[in-house]
Every structure is written in C-alpha cells, then in structure tokens.
C-alpha cells in the first residue's frame, strides 16, 4: 500500500469517525488547519492528561505554568524570533505559488503537477526572500508599528520569562523544571501531511532549570524518561528512533539536540525534541529587559544562570503518531474490518453497550449501563442500530477497546458479554460487576 494511500485511509477514517475535520469546510477550508470532533478532542485530552500526570502530577521538581499566548513584543526580539524565524522563500512566476527555497526539488508547481520547480520551461522562479513564520496582529484600536504584537510561534519563552515568579511562588531549587501545554501558531509555507505540519498547532513543553555542568547528565535523563513514556502508551518502539542535530542542523543556541521520530507512511519525521539550550535563553531576557535572571544557591549563595534542557512534544504530532501506529486493516472470518487499537487509556470511548434485541427490557438496561458508566467518569457508547457484526466493526474503527452486549441470556442471569476489540475474545461478567472490571484495566497505575 503507498505512503498516500494509506493516509488517505487515515484521513477518510479520521473524518468518518469523528477524530479530525478539516477547518471551515462548508466554505471550502482554512489552509492546514483542523478542528477535531468528539473522539479527537477526547483523544487529545487524554494525550495532555496523560502528559501532565507524568510530567506535574508525578513528580516534585516540575510546576506547571499556563502562560499568555499573547506577550510583549519585546520577548521575541530577545528570543530571536524577530530577526531569525524566517525561511527562504521563493515564488514561482508561473503558477503564483511560494516555495521553501530548501525544498524546490518536493514541491510541484501549481501549473504543472508533474513538475517540479526549476525544471526547464516549467517555472520561471523569482529570487529567494527571508519569510518570518509569526503571525502578526495588533493590540488596541490603533493598527500601527506601535502596537503590533505577535502570536507566540512557542510557548517555551513564557516559561523562560516566569522563571523567578515560578521559582519564587513554589520555593523550588534548582534543579526543577516548569512544564505547560497552550497552543502556538507558526505561518508554515509548507505546511502538508494531514495534521503533521499546521499553522495553529498545540506543545507540551518543559524547561528543566540545571546548575551549569550537571546538564550533560540531566540531558540523558530526560532522553531515556521521553522515549519510555511514549512506549507506556502503545507505540511500537520499532517505529520510534533518535536522531542527533549534526553541526549543520543544531540552532545556534542548542548545546545538543536529539529529536525523537516516527515512521509515518511518509517517512521518518520528528514529533518530539530534546534540547540542550544552555544559558541562553535567559540570558538574553536578562539583557533586553534589564532584571537580573540568575539563580542564588541557599546557603551558598552561589548565583549562575542555569542551563536549560527542553522536552517539547507536539499534541497533534503525537495524536497522528498514535492513529498512524493503531491502524489496522485485518481479515477475521472471511470479512475485511479496519481497526484503531489505540491503548485503552488513550480511546476515547472505552466501551460501547448493545442490547442484542430491542425487547424484554434489554435497551432500558443496557441505558442504564451508559449512564452507571458515564457516571463513573468511564466515557462510553450506546448502540442499538444494525446487526452484532456491523456494531462491532463501527467500534473496531473508532478505536473502543471493550463492548458490552446484553442477550438472551442477560434475562436469565443478569450478566452480558464483553468483547475485547484486539484479541476478539468474549467473556461472561455479572452486570454489576462490569464498572469495577473495566476499571482494573483502565487503571492508570499501569503506566501513565
């Protein structure tokens, strides 16, 4: 099957089953941006959920911080977003489009699809210019130079700008770190790849605060807890791999960078990246806005500037990751079914309840069991349309591990059927006792 396929698939999937919408599509689109329906939002909730359990709740050195998207424009002349965030881009004379100028080889022109840029009689390509990525906008009534802002193209800086106030309010040492999920916007050129690459997009980011020299060690640590927390949520570790920033490819304020990658069916991509950032970035705060940024040792009294080791995951990378590696297409008795076994704590629906027939009181019980599991903060589905087999295959695709079935034999003992999504095997449990089953296999002990 070709890489396009496949996400076609996924894309078809992901729309029928109410994961991802395209943005405004009754007006035709919004250039790569997308809105998620009742199972994306669910999935990219559990996603942050998960991420902030592992990352805050467990631990004692991190703080969570929910900072302004919108900051004083200053912070990004400072960070270098200002005078560096840009790409080389050049337009194409023939089918008016823009190209990055790193990239002319993968873009077909507009005109002619089955060319690309730069081939003879097919473009007349214009001179490269530097295109910042931020999104521009203005603060107060008066649209001039004076009051244009900025929409965060990351959410690390209003970490970095918070330090003292987090470290001050929390009465944290170093080392300790400050973690937030918000949203961030970058005004990509070449945006693509189903919701990989977006303009509006949302981060998980931490900022570990180090004593200068402890960071090498402090880097490895977090390279191995990184790569073991996307393991506990069902990523096969085949497709997942490390990849060192070489000398032409680290940022000019990176020390060391690894970015964690995935193999999509479009190939190897990052999702995720650890990096060394040194003193940086609060070093330069502290020289554009004047206020001392260093850290004083208790008892010592010792002041440096900490160093920086940044874990910053991208949420709809992530989510993409996850239905990349949950998609199945299996034969089971003759019959083609189309799976998304994503990890149970991550489905968003964790079990689907069918009354078998729609008589002897069975659909009033099996709403019953909705509202007990619902109830019970256990998000759940009820189904009374179509046969057994064609229900099942409605969940299989939506990616619910578990569904509950009352039948005949429901009336005789009080107990139903659970069907597991993965191994297809199907087991009696007594109807009371069903909330207290699946909770024992939705335990986030397990893992998260």
Not at 253 to 270: L, Q, S
Not at 397 to 408: K, L, N, Q, R
Request: charged share 30%; with cysteine; glycine share 8%.
């Amino acid at each position: 099957m070709s890489e396009a396929t496949v996400m076609e698939k996924l894309a078809s999937l992901a729309k029928r089953r109410g994961y991802v919408f395209q943005s405004s599509e009754i007006y035709g689109g919004a250039g790569s941006v997308w809105d998620y329906g009742p199972l994306g939002a669910e999935l990219k909730r559990n996603i942050k959920d998960l991420w902030w359990s592992r990352m805050v709740h467990q631990r004692r050195d991190v703080e969570g911080l929910d900072a302004a998207i919108l900051m004083n424009p200053r912070v990004w002349e400072a960070s270098g977003h200002v005078e560096g965030f840009t790409d080389p881009l050049v337009e194409c004379r023939t089918c008016k489009k823009r190209f990055r100028e790193d990239q002319l080889a993968q873009q077909p022109c507009g005109r002619k699809p089955s060319k690309a840029p730069g081939e003879a009689d097919e473009c007349d390509l214009g001179e490269a210019r530097n295109f910042n990525l931020m999104f521009r906008t203005f603060m107060g009534p008066v649209e001039d130079a004076g009051s244009q802002v900025y929409l965060r193209p990351e959410t690390a800086q209003g970490i970095y700008v918070n330090f003292l106030n987090v470290q001050g309010a929390a009465r944290q040492r170093v080392p300790f770190g400050i973690a937030q999920i918000g949203k961030a916007f970058r005004n990509e050129i070449t945006p693509g790849n189903f919701i990989f690459r977006t303009r509006e997009f949302e981060q998980a980011e931490m900022q570990y605060f180090v004593k200068p020299g402890s960071d090498d060690e402090w880097f490895d640590y977090w390279m191995e807890e990184r790569m073991e927390w996307l393991v506990s949520l069902g990523i096969d570790r085949e497709n997942l791999r490390f990849h060192e920033h070489g000398p032409d490819e680290l940022a000019h304020y990176a020390k060391k960078a690894f970015d964690i990658e995935y193999r999509f069916p479009f190939g190897w991509k990052e999702f995720e990246g650890i990096h060394n950032r040194t003193d940086f970035d609060l070093s330069r705060h502290q020289e554009y806005s004047g206020k001392r940024m260093e850290y004083i040792e208790p008892g010592s009294g010792e002041r440096y500037i900490p160093y920086v080791v940044e874990t910053s995951l991208g949420v709809d990378r992530v989510l993409l990751v996850l239905l990349a590696d949950a998609y199945r297409e299996e034969e089971v008795e003759g019959e083609e079914r189309v799976v998304l076994a994503l990890h149970p704590r991550l489905a968003p629906t964790k079990a689907a309840i069918f009354p078998l027939v729609k008589k002897d009181g069975l659909p009033e019980r099996a709403r019953r069991m909705q509202d007990d599991l619902e109830g019970a903060s256990i998000p759940s589905f009820y189904d009374e349309s179509g046969s057994i087999g064609r229900r099942y295959r409605r969940q299989d695709e939506a990616g619910t591990p578990w569904c509950v079935t009352y039948d005949g034999q429901s009336l005789e003992d009080d107990s139903v059927t659970i069907r597991d999504r993965d191994s297809l095997e199907q087991v009696r449990v007594p109807e009371e006792g069903v909330e207290a089953w699946l909770r024992e296999r939705l335990n986030p002990a397990a893992g998260g």
